[in-house]
Nanobody, 118 residues
Framework: QVQLVESGGGLVQAGGSLRLSCTHS????????IGWYRQAPGKQREQVAA???????KYAEFAKGRFTISRDNAENTVSLQMNSLKPEDTAVYYC????????????WGQGTQVTVSS
């Protein structure tokens, strides 16, 4: 079993920044990647960014140039720095554990709300 806990969401004005964190527990599951996903009301959940243990990263097109994913292996924490936020970034943000940045398990955090006001 894997536990993932997100934090750092909140309300911010357009153009502002937020930093999300995802901390995962030690487990027998071989976590080699952590991904950030988001789901806006009435929309499908989509991947925002992902990072592997070796440092490889992957970003959605809408995240490139604005969001940065990073990890602290010693703290089992993956962060998502979000800059130049837009109202369309409003969503619940989730982290997810994976075997790689392309192979994902069904381990999710509870989500953290990000609201960007115009």
């Amino acid at each position: 079993q894997v536990q993932l806990v997100e934090s750092g969401g909140g309300l911010v004005q357009a153009g502002g920044s937020l930093r999300l964190s995802c901390t995962h527990s030690e487990s027998t599951f071989n976590i080699n990647a952590i991904g950030w996903y988001r789901q806006a009301p009435g929309k499908q959940r989509e991947q925002v960014a992902a990072i592997a243990n070796n440092g490889n990263t992957k970003y959605a097109e809408f995240a490139k140039g604005r969001f940065t994913i990073s990890r602290d292996n010693a703290e089992n924490t993956v962060s998502l720095q979000m800059n130049s936020l837009k109202p369309e970034d409003t969503a619940v943000y989730y982290c997810r554990a994976g075997l790689s940045i392309r192979v994902w398990a069904d381990y999710w955090g509870q989500g953290t709300q990000v609201t960007v006001s115009s």
